[in-house]
């Protein structure tokens, strides 16, 4: 086996016949991921059969697995050699394309542990311990994003694929504060716009966080820079580190491609489009054609080779000869041997005319001193004058011939190539009658634009008899070098049309077009040429000394059919530098190289290699580049070369610092842009070969925007189904094999994407990424371009990948929630649990499809439902699995309902769906049984509550009561809280539960009447009594029960059903109406009764009885003793005093005051009542003094209490009243008359003063 590095001719031999296997026939061959593969070499197998003893297979195999290795190495790094010589080449000299400034700009992504660093940084803000000031709305919005968005798998396996940005997390940010911010109330004098500016100021500020906040804006001005426009420098900076070309590679290939010189690239042009245009020639001749779908389109393939190759000459024609350079009419001129594929020009070819090529130069003449002036006296002025013949005269300053010095330029413009310079050294006459100064010196010169620049001292003529017979003058003559002018100097020339003597004349090499070039010869102060000669179709080469020409001595010459002009220098530089010159002129494809042995050319004997300028040689020769500079771009195959340029520049933009989803930037675009154009690769071939390099990343997790992949594949499309916009193209069969396989792998690759798309596509990043992707399988599902397909069809693919994408969706769910495991392993209240916080992460599952994605499918609304009908029915299995676990008559899967028919009855689509009828089905029963349960249990605590009640007051009425109408309203707001999506069974159970209410609150105001009654009578009838409190509490309970009637027991239905319910409800109301009339009654009938024991007392003092005139006579005689009391006043205090306590009773512990003055105004109408029957039965009677002075009291201060407590006025002095009042004032008068004591101060009278 050879050693690679054992000889080196052997190692450039296999390289050689490598690299033209590889470039020549490996495009087709090859696999697309893989450079060609070596060829075998024959002399491996003799040496090897050549050895004495023979390794073992392991160690030969080894071996030669390394030597493959080495030499695929060897072979990969060529290749980028040769290519990056292209490239440079497309960099150094565009004439196509041009960087493109309206792309959209790319922002930086994000990495794993920038990610990291946002979580803490949000974190840090959600703990408190940064200085941003936020009220809670904003917490919790933040919180919410940190939970849902920043801690998603979804989001870190997206960043971690490159396809996210900052801008993506604040659009996200943004749209959840949107929504917040919507549903806020309205605040006087802030706007919603300006709590979402602060809101978003405030992200930003978590975002930056404290380190990074001055350093943003710089880095992100300059990203900004580096996205637009690049300069050549940094893209051949860029294509070294895609090509993986070091440093000094591309500095020998710089200067041995001479990149810098504009004249050799655009010469490297023209021979480059020579070559296609003869390879067109060859291949119309030969008739070896690619295969194409059709046979005519064989010579449309000729047609469309000449067309683009001559655009491309369009464009290098239309350039400027030189930036900045004066403006030459541009001649669409014919090249010669092109003439059966150009179309521009006349038929004849156009002559150039001596005008076309004239030139203009600026001359730079600066004086610096005058050395030798000895004839002049020290302090006379001197002083030099300077023109170029034919123009204008200058003059410098003056000076003293002691120091004749000045440093003056002069600068001057003319039209000669050979112009001729005169300075002049001049003193002032001192004469009266002179009439121009004295001429002291003049030095005459002839300066071409290959002129030394430098000053340097030139001998002067002086006049005749002067004594300064060594003046010399120090001066500089620069003259510029037109850009458009090649090369100069002098060359001995003879030709058969154009100078025919051999002679010696000075040629300017003028470049008037990129297409047109002429030598010209020039006179002195002439600025048109004495002769030129147009080089079109000339080839220059360097020739042998023609012995019969005397004068110069390095020969080359022009070739022409029908004409040979020879040329020759006097040195091997000058001649190389002319020979140079003119080849770039003349567009040749053949690269002249002087004679190896330049000693036998030299007739002389002379030795010329000494001369031999390192021109000589190619720079690049010594250092292994001479291979790829002079390679024939003609003979590679540059589809092969573009595919794996393309490769290597994408995978190099995946893995840069930007969010690019496969777009390119714009030097990129720029170079691929140019290499397609110069090299001659169908646009057919550069998007298929893109498709495949993005479908392939796609199908590795990178993000790759579908707009960019429709792009390609529109124009594919168009291309091989004939529909491309600048007409009918050739399509080979090579192209429509491989767009049919692209075409199955991008619409399996596009479903893929659908039934992922919560992972494809999370949170909606890329902004509007789905929506694209089936925008693009609509177009990829297209049989051709023109023929849309039916939306059916479209439909049918979508809801396949839908349903799909259900089962992936619930499966991943599932293994998050590791709900596998529970549900194997786990109690029923367990299995309850885990299905419950399933339900939650499914319904946050539709809720952000509905929010990310319902956009996307806004076509098919209803393909999105049944995915989420599909998703639910699988959850639908675990749900159920785990309700069948629950024991009976166990009531903890309510909420589950609860949770799920809350999402799902605000959906337009799910709402009694298959899954919601589902759900349905399930709870029926259970929400039966449970009312059942709830119905005989509230049944039985009335029962047993009101037979063991205390009616201690509890709340609004006593312990049962409380008891009874908490249950009956937790019952009825269970149910409503269901909201039970079907409208009959919704309607059925509030029915049942206000019927249920109106019954129990029957059975407890009947209970509680007959309750109340019993313990009413168990009360004496003394003025003692004090109303107890549970009687107090009863009544509050029916109080109690007539305002909860209202709330429990009415229904809220349409207008009929209202109808037919309200004559049922009505009795309930009744019930509890006529109830409380009655304990009112019972209750006043109770007090009034007290009243009337009172009376009878007073009864006893009824004149005319034994009983009164015993009193009387008793108390009169112990008047004479003792101080006697007031007669009656102990009877109307307790009286009073009875009346008063039980008003604070009722009035602190009865809740209802209506009822309270209700009960009031019947107790004081009964009492004025009863007092006005027991004085109308005394009508003939007078009233004893102590019953007039205790009825008296009695009346005045239950008028006056009973006022106190709000008794109506009419009420108060009804007729009743009147009578009683009346009576008693008559009563008052007549003992004032007859009782010499009266009535000591008491009186019916309101003004006067009596006892509290």
Known sequence: MLDPSSSEEESDELLDEERRDALLAAGGG???????????????????????????????????????????????????????VFIARCI???????????????????????????????????????????????????????????????????????????????????????????????????????????????????????????????????????????????????????????????????????????????????????????????????????KFITREMENMYIE?????????????????????????????????????????????EVQLSKSDVVLSFTLEIVIMEVQGLKSVAPNRIVYCTMEVEGGEKLQTDQAEASRPQWGTQGDFTTTHPRPV?????????????????????RVVLYPTSNSSKSPDLHKMIVPKNSQDSDLKIKLAVRMDKP???????????LGQKVWKRWKKRYFVLVQVSQYTFAMCSYREKKSEPQELMQLEGYTVDYTAPHTGLQGGRMFFNAVKEGDTVIFASDDEQDRILWVQAMYRATGQSYKPVPASQAQKMNPKGGDVSADISPLYTDRGQKHGMEEFISANPCKFDHAFLFQLLQRQTLDHRLNDSYSCLGWFSPGQVFVLDEYCARYGVRGCHRHLCYLNELIEHSENGSVIDPTLLHYSFAFCASHVHGNRPDGIGTVSVEEKERFEEIKDRLSSLLENQISHFRYCFPFGRPEGALKATLSLLERVLMKDIATPIPAEEVKKVVRKCLEKAALINYTRLTEYAKIEEAMNQATPARKLEEVLHLAELCIEVLQQNEEHHSEAFAWWPELLAEHAEKFLSLYSVDMDSALEAQPQDSWDSFPLFQLLNNSLRNDTFLCNGKFHKHLQEIFVPMVIRYIDLMESSIAQSIHRGLEQESWQPVNNGSATSEDLFWKLDALQMFVFDLHWPEPEFAHHLEQRLKLMATDMIEACVKRTRIAFEVKLQKTNKSTDLRIPSSLCTMFNVLVDAKKQTAKLCILEGGQEFASQWQQYHSKIDDLVEETVKEIISLLVSKVVSVLEGVLSKLSRYDEGTFFSSLVSFTVKAAAKYVDVP????????????????????????????????????????GSMKVICMWLADRLDLQLHIYQLKTLIKIVKKTYRDFRLQGVMEGTLNSKTYDTVHSRLTVEEATVSVTDAGGLQGITMKDSDEEEG
């Open 304 to 348: 469309e080779l000449r067309s683009s190759v001559n655009l491309l000459m369009a464009n290098l024609e239309s350039l400027p000869v030189s930036k900045g350079g004066p403006e030459f009419k541009l001649q669409k001129l014919k090249r010669s041997q092109n003439s059966a594929f150009l179309d521009i020009g006349d038929e004849n």
């Open 483 to 493: 850009p458009h002018m090649k090369h100069c100097g002098y060359l001995y020339a």
């Open 421 to 441: 310079v005169k300075v002049k050294l001049f003193t002032e006459s001192t004469g009266v009658l002179a009439l121009e100064d004295k001429e002291l010196g």
């Open 1126 to 1165: 007031k007669p009656g006043m102990d009877l109307a205090d307790t009286y009073i005093m009875f009346v008063r306590q039980n008003q604070d009773i009722l009035r602190e512990k009865v809740n209802e005051e209506m009822y309270i003055e209700k009960l009031f105004d019947q107790w004081y109408s």
């Open 30 to 84: 090859s696999s697309p991921r893989s450079l060609p593969p070596p060829p075998r070499d024959p002399r491996g197998r003799e040496g090897g059969a050549g050895r004495a003893a023979s390794p073992s297979p392991s160690v030969l195999s080894e071996g030669r697995e390394e030597q493959e290795r080495l030499q695929r190495e060897e072979r990969e790094k060529r290749l980028r050699l040769q290519l990056y």
């Open 92 to 290: 150094a000299h565009p004439f196509n394309a041009k960087q493109p400034t309206d792309m959209a700009r790319r922002q930086q992504k994000l990495n794993k542990q920038q990610l990291q660093t946002l979580k803490e940084r949000f974190q840090a803000f959600l703990n408190g311990e940064t200085q941003i000031v936020a009220d809670e709305a904003f917490c919790n919005a933040v919180r919410s994003y940190y939970e849902v968005f920043l801690k998603s798998d979804r989001v870190a396996r997206m960043v971690h694929s490159g396809g996210c940005s900052a801008n993506d997390f604040r659009d996200v940010f943004k749209k959840n504060i949107e929504k917040r911010v919507r549903s806020l109330p309205e605040i006087d004098g802030l706007s919603k716009e300006t709590v979402l500016s602060s809101w978003l100021a405030k992200y930003d500020a978590i975002y930056r966080g404290e380190e990074d906040f001055c350093k943003q804006p710089n880095r992100m001005a300059l990203s900004a820079v580096s996205e637009l426009i690049l300069s050549k420098e940094q893209l051949y900076e860029m294509f070294q580190q895609i090509l993986g070309i070091k440093k000094l590679e591309h500095q020998l290939i710089y200067n041995a491609c001479q990149l810098d010189n504009a004249d050799e690239q655009a010469a490297q042009i023209r021979r480059e489009l020579d070559g296609r245009l003869q390879l067109a020639e060859q291949m119309a001749r030969e008739r070896k054609f690619p």
